[in-house]
């Protein structure tokens, strides 16, 4: 009967240490499953965030560009204006500058 219980005491052990390995190899499988799914969206958020960045960067050329633009068109009605005085008024302006100047 001894003989018998230590027979079934090693199987138990037998079994324990196949049940700890068992649950070695799965901790060390969702541990490594784990890190890839942490690693994979990782990246998807990397690349959601690279192309929202991408997006504003793309909105913000376009409102510069429109600001420019816009800018652009002022200074050009600005100088036309400054080119359409008439000759007799820049002799004007030129007659009144040289007063100054020489008081």
Do not use: F
């Amino acid at each position: 009967m001894a003989e018998e219980a230590l027979k079934k005491i090693k199987e138990a052990e037998k079994q324990a240490d196949g049940i700890i390995s068992q649950a070695n190899e799965d901790a060390k499988n969702i541990l490594k499953n784990a890190e890839q799914k942490i690693k994979s969206d990782g990246e998807q958020k990397l690349s959601e965030v690279k192309s929202a960045l991408e997006q504003l960067k793309k909105e913000a050329v376009s409102e510069t560009e429109k600001s420019v633009e816009s800018l652009l068109a002022k200074e050009d009605e600005h100088i036309k204006d400054i080119l359409n005085i008439p000759e007799h008024r820049i002799d004007e302006v030129a007659g009144i500058l040289r007063e100054r100047i020489v008081r």
